[in-house]
C-alpha cells in the first residue's frame, strides 16, 4: 500500500466537517511505528505487526503506514489517504487513554 | 517515579519566575500539531458562532476586521509543559463578537479548519478572557501557529486556544472536544495543573 | 534498568551509548527502544531511539545525535558517565526489521542518523554469516558527519555502501554535492526485478523523497518500509 512508501507530499484536498482543506504538507509525522513502545505498554503485545483500516475511507494497511503526529498533547494517528484520525493515545500519570473510533478494527497476529 | 538519572534537570522551571506548578519557561514558540497544517485563505475564510437555536451569526475576513481590535499582552502555558510570558497578540474580543447573540448556553464548542475541537464554558469566553487572534508579536499569525486567526483563553492551557478556528457552538449541555475526549481535563486551569481527566 | 558500560564517540557530535541491560531478551535488527530520563524532582522526559548493533548478552548500542537545544541529547552525549543508571524500556517494533533468514536482496537508504538501525541490519547480517547481497545508500550532508566511519570504509564481502554528499563531497568525488536523485537510486540499489526488500529511515522530508523515488523506479510498495524521525525536540 503506498503508506508505507509516502504516497505523494500528504497535500491534496482533504474533506473535514464537510468543507474542503487544502493542507500544507509540514513533515511534522513519523511512521506508526513509533507507537510500538506505548502501545505495548497498553496492550502487552506488539501491535504494530496489526492491520487497520480506516472508517472513513476504507484504506487498508499496517498500523506502522499511519502518520503519527507525536508533537501534540497525545498522539495522533492519521490515515496516509485521507488524514482521517484513527487513533489517538494519551498516557497519562499512570493511566493510558487510547481511542480507536478511526479504525474498523485491529487484526493482530498473534505470536 | 522511575529511576533517577544523576546530573539530568531537564527544561525545569525558573526559579525567579512565578509560572503554574509543572511548567517550564520557554523563549520560543514550540510547534505543536495533531495533524497537517491546514491552508485556509482570508478569501474563503469564515467565522460564525451558532446558538443552542441554531441561530447563526456569520463574519468574513473583511467583516471581521472591521471589529474593534484589542492587543492584549498575556502569559501562555502549554499542557506539554511549557510557558511563554508576555505574549503579545492583535485580536477581536469574544465580548464584542457575542455581543449581539442570544443565548441561555452555559458551554463552547470551538471548530477549527481541519476538524479540531475543544470545548469551554461559555464564562470563560466572556469578560475580556478570550479573543479570536490574527496577529502575533506585531506580525500576521503564521499558519504554523494558528494563522489566519486563532481562539486565544490564555487563563486556560493553551490546546483550549484551538488554532484555525472557524466557529464556535453554544451549547446548553457540555460537549467534551477533541483531546478533552482522550483523557486530557475538561477545564485545564493550568494554576491547578488539572491536566488528564480527574486531576 | 540499564547501565552506561562505556561510550564510542562516532562524530565530535554523536556518540555511541553501549548499555548493560541486565535481562534483555535480545532483539531483532531494526527495533527500537524506549530511553526515559528522570530527575530528582520527577520531573522526566522519553525519547526513542534505534537499537544500533544485535544485542551481545545483555550489551545493547544506541547511537545518539546531539541536538544543541535538546533536552534529552546533550545529557546522554555529554553527561551521561560509565555506571550512570538509565530507564530503557524494549525492544519495541516488530515492523521495520530484517530477518536473517530472508534470502531478498536488501537496499538501505539512510538520512543521516536514520543510519542506525540499518547499521543495525549490517551488523546483524555479519553475526548470522548470511551472505545475503545489501546495498546501502547513505546521505549526510558533509563526510564529516559520516556514522560507523572504519567498519563502512571496509564492509563485509556482499556489503556495497555508496556515501551521497548534500551539502559538501570529498575532494575529487565524482558526484556534485547534492540531494537523493532518481539516478542515485537507479545506480545504486537493487534493480526491482530483483525484487529487493528496501528500508528506508531518515528525517521525515528524507524519507519521503528516497520511499517516492523507490517506487518510481518500479519497486513494490509492499516491499519497501519506512522509519521517519519526527520533530522529537532532541
Not at chain 1, 500544507?24 to 506508526?32: F, H, I, M, R, S
Not at chain 3, 543521516?112 to 538501525?117: D, E, K, M
Not at chain 3, 526488500?197 to 513494490?220: I, S
Request: aromatic share 10%.
Amino acid at each position: 500500500m503506498a503508506a508505507e512508501a509516502g504516497g505523494g507530499a500528504g497535500t491534496g484536498g482533504a474533506v473535514a466537517g464537510g468543507e474542503a482543506v487544502v493542507y500544507e504538507d509540514t513533515g511534522a509525522y513519523q511512521d506508526g511505528n513509533a507507537l510500538a513502545g506505548p502501545l505495548s505498554e497498553v496492550f502487552g503485545v506488539d501491535v504494530t505487526l496489526a492491520a487497520v483500516r480506516c472508517t472513513e475511507c476504507g484504506l487498508a494497511g499496517p498500523l506502522p503506514g499511519l502518520r503519527v503526529y507525536a508533537h501534540a498533547p497525545g498522539a495522533v494517528a492519521r490515515c496516509p489517504g485521507c488524514e482521517h484520525v484513527v487513533l489517538r493515545l494519551v498516557i497519562g500519570e499512570g493511566t493510558a487513554w487510547l481511542d480507536l473510533r478511526g479504525t474498523v478494527g485491529l487484526r493482530v497476529p498473534l505470536a | 517515579m522511575g529511576i533517577v538519572s544523576p546530573g539530568f534537570h531537564g527544561r525545569r522551571r525558573q526559579g525567579d519566575v512565578k509560572l503554574p506548578p509543572g511548567q517550564y519557561l520557554t523563549e520560543d514558540f514550540p510547534v505543536l500539531s495533531a495533524g497537517p497544517t491546514p491552508r485556509v485563505g482570508t478569501d474563503e475564510w469564515e467565522f460564525a458562532v451558532t446558538t443552542e437555536t441554531g441561530e447563526r451569526r456569520g463574519w468574513t475576513w473583511q467583516e471581521f476586521l472591521e471589529l474593534p481590535a484589542e492587543t492584549p499582552t498575556v502569559d501562555i502555558h502549554c499542557v506539554t509543559k511549557w510557558s511563554k510570558l508576555g505574549t503579545t497578540w492583535t485580536g477581536v474580543s469574544l465580548d464584542t463578537l457575542l455581543a449581539d447573540v442570544e443565548t441561555t448556553a452555559d458551554y463552547a464548542l470551538a471548530r477549527s479548519y481541519g476538524g479540531y475541537t475543544t470545548n469551554l464554558p461559555l464564562q470563560d469566553l466572556l469578560d475580556g478572557q478570550a479573543w479570536l487572534a490574527y496577529r502575533f508579536g506585531g506580525e500576521e499569525l503564521a499558519p504554523e501557529h494558528g494563522g489566519p486567526v486563532r481562539l486565544l483563553v490564555p487563563h486556560l492551557y493553551f490546546w483550549k486556544s484551538a488554532k484555525w478556528i472557524r466557529g464556535l457552538d453554544l451549547l446548553t449541555q457540555d460537549e467534551p472536544g477533541f483531546w478533552e475526549t482522550a483523557g486530557y481535563h475538561d477545564y485545564g486551569d493550568p494554576w491547578l495543573e488539572q491536566r488528564y481527566q480527574g486531576d | 534498568m540499564a547501565r552506561l558500560a562505556e561510550t564510542r564517540d562516532e562524530t565530535p557530535t554523536a556518540r555511541t551509548l553501549v548499555l548493560d541491560v541486565p535481562g534483555w531478551p535480545g532483539h531483532l535488527a531494526g527495533q527500537h527502544v524506549d530511553v526515559r530520563l528522570t530527575a530528582e524532582d520527577g520531573y522526566s522526559a522519553q525519547r526513542s531511539y534505534s537499537l544500533a548493533a544485535p544485542a551481545a548478552g545483555a550489551r545493547v548500542e544506541l547511537t545518539v545525535q546531539n541536538v544543541p537545544d535538546g533536552e534529552v541529547s546533550p545529557y546522554l552525549t555529554g553527561v551521561f558517565a560509565a555506571g550512570d543508571p538509565v530507564e530503557v524500556r524494549g525492544p519495541v517494533g516488530g515492523w521495520f526489521v530484517w530477518r536473517p533468514d530472508d534470502p531478498a536482496p536488501v537496499t538501505l537508504v539512510a538520512g543521516g542518523a536514520g543510519v542506525a538501525p540499518l547499521m543495525a541490519m549490517v551488523r546483524a547480517r555479519r553475526v548470522a554469516g548470511s551472505r545475503v547481497p545489501f546495498r546501502l545508500v547513505y546521505s549526510v550532508r558533509t563526510p564529516e558527519e559520516r556514522w560507523y566511519t572504519g567498519e563502512l570504509r571496509r564492509p563485509d564481502p556482499g556489503v556495497e555502501v555508496f556515501p551521497l554528499y548534500t551539502r559538501a563531497a570529498p575532494d575529487g568525488w565524482a558526484r556534485p554535492p547534492g540531494r537523493l536523485a532518481k539516478d542515485d537510486l537507479a545506480a545504486w540499489a537493487w534493480p526491482p526485478e530483483f525484487d529487493p526488500a528496501c528500508f528506508v529511515c531518515g528525517p521525515t522530508g528524507f524519507v519521503e523523497a528516497a520511499a517516492d523515488l523507490l517506487v518510481a523506479l518500479g519497486n513494490d510498495p509492499r516491499r519497501i518500509r519506512t522509519e521517519r524521525f519526527g520533530p522529537s525536540g532532541g
